[in-house]
């Protein structure tokens, strides 16, 4: 049962979704965060925010395009693709020397992790349906 609600599931479309809800999240949170003293409130728990955004995009990243480099296509460019992109989304995120380039920088890294997930897709698609998991034993 699990094995079949794990296969059913569209990991790619998922990391398109975080990806683009990431890119979302940080193009409209400053405008957010200047308007919250006008409104008079404040914005409790922001940090914790952006650690559940990065880590839910590599947690499903490593299982979206880990399964369909393992078991479909083995192609490594996806893979190194969305390194790249998580690099990007990190660097954008906590290097200082970064954070005049922080939106420009964050948003390239989800439009590459984008990328990579629609590669893995096509791949996927492209790919025999012979498994290639069955070499590795």
């Known amino acids: 049962m699990r094995e079949r609600l794990y296969a059913r599931l569209n990991l790619d479309a ?6 683009v809800l990431c ?3 940080c193009a409209l ?18 940090g914790w925010m952006e650690y559940a955004m990065l880590s ?15 078991l479909r296509h083995r192609k490594s460019q ?4 969305f390194i790249l992109g998580f690099i990007c989304l990190v660097a954008g995120h906590f290097l200082h020397w970064a954070a005049a380039w ?3 920088v964050i948003a390239i890294g989800a ?16 790919c025999d ?5 069955s070499s590795l034993n």
Do not use: D, Q
């Open 56 to 70: 839910f995009s590599f947690i499903v990243g490593c299982f979206a395009l880990g399964r369909g480099y393992y």
């Open 102 to 104: 922080e939106a420009t």
């Open 29 to 46: 949170l400053p405008l957010f965060i200047t308007a919250i003293p006008l409104l008079g409130m404040a914005l409790p728990g922001h």
């Open 111 to 126: 439009i590459i992790i984008i990328i990579a997930h629609l590669l893995n897709i096509r791949h996927t698609r492209t």
């Open 78 to 81: 996806p893979l190194l693709l």
């Open 14 to 19: 998922l990391g398109i979704g975080a990806s």
């Open 23 to 25: 890119a979302v999240h």
């Open 129 to 133: 349906t012979h498994k290639h998991a």
